[in-house]
């Protein structure tokens, strides 16, 4: 316990110092860019991470499980990798731009060869290697190097912000290519991490044909999870454009940073799970804490709500009124929204993603279904209220399962007390002579 907790720290507080950076890029890049502005570049971001999720075929969370159940090493894994990752970083790169041509509307006019184009190709490249390499530290459970991998993009990206708002250059297309330099600066330190005390790479074909074949359950659990999030910027910025994307996004972002707390736990979780028993006993496990975490968000969540009046139009300006009301209804869905983060990670990491992707899929399309009715008519708030009765619908899920797992485990518990006494002879009347 000691131990999980140490990780948990380590990764909560590599989030913190992440976070304490891009709460600075957050604010820069809002009220610079306008809420027009902002949407676009959050529509284009949040592609970028969809990609990288279901571009790499799950084989971050295969190699994460081999890795860590023995079954495969870790230059082994690597070398799939490192072998996987050119071509699948060009069909993401491109898969990107041909999905965000009205996103990327006027924004290239002129641009050239330096244009967000350019910079979202690069920013789909990088951004995939880095969840590729990601895979060997949590199955090594290196809670530290997955840290570094997970914030020392967004650190680079939070310093180039900040230049490029002192020297009076921060557009959409600068912050794009801040966002693509982030990712793809960082990739040589983090490929000798994953490399140093690996052992020797190698290019085992027929076990990375079963790892994608084995992931692919797994890429489609962590797309439907990360579309889950954005799908109401997506359908806000085709329906009524990016400045009510760029309300929504705002909120969703601020929320997102007090929700850090509940993803590092999940991470740990996760990496935990990798090397531990079933699923059944890791959701049992797990319960407790899910609760306690879900119960103080709940908590910070109402907290959230009161003050957003006074906090959004100070922090972000007054072109953000609008996102005052998004932003109650998104604190007010934290508690739900903590609770499916963290059993998302132990159903990913106990090898049995066809239960997240089910309940997750379900959720998706509640929040799909919900903001097709309601976005018309209420704009982003509609959107907000989308997504958080989505999440509680997954949280009251997983709930359910996990208090029938936690059932069964309890009352196989038993029995094998009840067993092991009876062999042992205990509570048998003793033999008198």
């Known amino acids: 316990m000691k131990t999980l907790a140490l990780k948990a720290f380590t990764i909560l507080g590599s989030r913190v110092l992440t976070h304490a950076s891009q709460v600075v890029a957050f604010v820069l890049l809002a009220r610079v860019l306008s809420p027009a502005g902002f949407g676009a570049y959050g529509v284009l971001t949040s592609a970028v991470f969809l990609s990288g999720q279901v571009g790499n075929l799950g084989l971050r969370q295969s190699a994460a499980h081999r890795i860590g159940q023995k079954r495969m090493s870790d230059g082994d894994a690597m070398g799939v990798m490192l072998a996987f990752w050119p071509p699948a970083a060009v069909v993401c790169a491109g898969a990107v731009l041909w999905f965000n041509g009205k996103a990327l509307g006027d924004l290239t006019a002129g641009a050239g060869a330096f244009g967000p184009q350019t910079a979202l190709a690069l920013a789909a490249a990088g951004v995939l290697f880095t969840v590729l390499v990601q895979g060997v530290f ?149 319960l407790k804490t899910a609760l306690l975490l879900s119960g103080m968000f709940l908590v910070i969540g109402a907290t959230a709500a009161l003050a957003a009046p006074l906090v959004v139009p100070l922090v972000l300006g007054e072109a953000y009124t609008e996102a005052v009301p998004v932003v109650r209804v998104l604190a007010l869905g934290l508690a739900p929204a903590a609770f499916v983060k963290i059993m998302n990670s132990v159903v990913a990491g106990s090898g049995k993603p066809t239960l997240s992707a089910a309940v997750i899929g379900g959720a998706l399309l509640m929040n799909t279904s919900l903001a097709y009715i309601l976005v018309p008519s209420s704009g982003a708030l509609g959107a907000a209220w989308a997504s958080v009765c989505s999440f509680s619908m997954a949280a009251g899920v997983y709930l359910f399962a996990t208090l029938r797992f936690r059932t069964t485990r309890v009352a196989a518990d038993a029995g094998d007390i009840k067993t092991s006494a009876s062999d042992t002879g205990a509570g048998t009347p003793p033999l008198r002579g």
């Not at 330190?189 to 992931?215: C, D, K, Y």
């Open 138 to 286: 949590l199955g090594r459970g290196e809670i530290r190097n997955f840290s570094v991998a997970e914030a020392g993009p967004r650190m680079l990206q939070s310093a180039f912000i900040a230049v490029l708002w002192l020297a009076g250059l921060l557009t959409v297309a600068t912050a794009m290519w801040s966002f693509a330099l982030g990712f793809l600066l960082l990739i040589p330190f983090t490929a000798w991490l994953a490399l140093r005390g690996a052992s020797p790479l190698r290019l085992p074909l027929a076990e990375g044909l079963e790892m994608v074949r084995h992931g692919l359950i797994f890429a489609a659990s962590m797309f439907l999870i990360t579309l889950q999030g954005r799908v109401g910027v997506f359908w806000l910025s085709a329906v009524d454009g990016p400045e009510a994307a760029g309300h929504l996004f705002a909120a969703q972002r601020g929320v997102e940073i007090v929700l850090e707390l509940a993803t590092a736990v999940g991470l740990v979780l996760f990496s935990e799970a990798t090397r531990s028993g079933s699923l059944k006993n890791n959701m049992a496990a797990t």
